[in-house]
């Protein structure tokens, strides 16, 4: 496992662009499997977005598809989520998790190490 660190929530107006970022607290994030996950209190954590280590695949979960994507910043060894066009109904706290293997595409159960979570909150 290795603990993660969240940043770059906030509260914006719908329309905006936000950019979050995860680190590893210690070393970087080049070998790993990352995603992005959001809650909502009540709801089920939910996954958003997933890059894959080895090849590199992308996956997106429809209703983010065209406005968020994920990458990594090689120069930092940070994974981001790019956040536009900002609705109020990603209003949600935003986790990051990493894993050497993953089985499926963005399988939450195989994730075994997360971050605390960064808020994310978009006005009308």
């Known amino acids: 496992q290795v603990p993660l660190v969240e940043s770059g929530g906030g509260l914006v107006q719908a329309g905006d662009s936000l950019r979050l970022s995860c680190a590893a607290s210690?070393?970087?994030?080049?070998?790993?499997?990352v995603g992005w996950f959001r809650q909502v209190p009540g709801k089920e954590r939910d996954w958003v977005a997933c890059?894959?280590?080895?090849?590199?695949?992308?996956y997106y979960k429809d209703f983010v598809k065209g406005r968020f994507t994920i990458g990594k910043d090689t120069s930092s060894g940070t994974v981001f989520l790019q956040m536009n066009d900002l609705k109020p109904e990603d209003t949600a706290t935003y986790y990051c998790?990493?894993?050497?293997?993953?089985?499926?595409?963005?399988?939450?159960?195989?994730?075994?190490?997360w971050g605390q979570g960064t808020q994310v909150t978009v006005s009308s």
């Open positions: 890059l894959s280590n080895g090849p590199g695949n992308l």
């Open positions: 998790a990493a894993d050497l293997r993953v089985t499926a595409p963005c399988e939450m159960d195989d994730f075994g190490s």
């Open positions: 210690v070393g970087t994030l080049d070998r790993f499997y």
